[in-house]
């Protein structure tokens, strides 16, 4: 699959059973609906190919990872169904990694805010760079992380979660995002985490198919609800998004 337009970039290849899928942005790989849709349904794709085992979640340049929701996007939200509509995207894409198959790794080469840090969780392994700082900004903006939260709970538990989305103004190191469990690996740059992330993937690749399957079963077991905890809390987000600090805030921001 390879899609370039004015909403972003998508990218996928397989090699010995390792699929790498590359999104991109200009907007610091941000995240327009539209783009988060086509991730959606390659992940659903990709969940019924017999010849992957393994997906590497990676984001093109090597400035951020990804900075979460497209802002032009929010600031054209003009009533609750769209603002719902929008933040369902990270929920549906949040649920398609949950639901899939296969095994999926996260390269998160960059800093990482908001729903890139959602995405980031729900990754069943991540490598990182010490340059891979992530924050929670939504408070700031007058929304909050409720739809990803669930997501990141599961990886650095509530605490820490409400530690980050407090702060909302502050970014936690790769080295706190390691301690915390959502980072397994933290290399010193790119060109170390990509030796790293290839023998590690070679490796899983090798492995039963079918025991991959299982294993993946295994680590979100107890998450079937979300299909509509995350849709619920979309409608609360959608809801958010309207008021009047949010714009002024998303104005600001953009300046």
Not at 21 to 41: I, K, Y
Not at 145 to 160: H, M, N
Request: net charge negative; proline share 2%; aromatic share 8%.
């Amino acid at each position: 699959m390879n899609v370039q337009d004015i909403n972003g970039t998508l990218t996928t290849t397989i090699n010995n059973n390792i699929a790498t899928v590359e999104f991109g942005h200009p907007a610091s790989n941000s995240f327009p609906r539209r783009q988060l849709d086509l991730l959606t349904a390659e992940f659903q794709k990709l969940n019924n190919d017999q010849d992957v085992s393994v997906i590497v979640l990676r984001s093109v340049g090597s400035g951020a990872f990804c900075a979460g929701a497209s802002f032009d996007e929010l600031l054209a939200v003009s009533n609750q169904v769209e603002g719902t509509a929008f933040f369902s995207g990270f929920a549906h894409l949040i649920n398609a990694m949950r639901s899939c198959s296969k095994i999926i790794i996260g390269r998160i080469h960059g800093k990482t805010v908001g729903g890139g840090v959602g995405i980031a969780s729900a990754c069943d392994y991540a490598f990182a760079t010490v340059d891979s700082a992530i924050k929670l900004s939504e408070l700031a903006i007058g929304i909050g992380p409720f739809v990803i939260e669930p997501a990141v709970s599961r990886k650095i538990g509530k605490t820490a979660m409400s530690e980050m989305s407090l702060a909302a103004h502050e970014w936690k190191s790769a080295a706190w995002a390691n301690e915390k469990g959502l980072y397994a690996r933290v290399l010193k740059d790119q060109e170390e985490m990509d030796i790293e992330l290839e023998k590690f993937t070679s490796k899983l690749a090798s492995y039963n198919p079918e025991a991959l399957i299982e294993m993946k079963r295994v680590i979100w077991e107890g998450t079937s609800h979300w299909d509509t905890l995350l849709l619920e809390r979309a409608a609360v987000s959608g809801q958010l998004v309207l008021s009047d600090f949010t714009k002024n805030a998303l104005n600001q921001f953009k300046k």
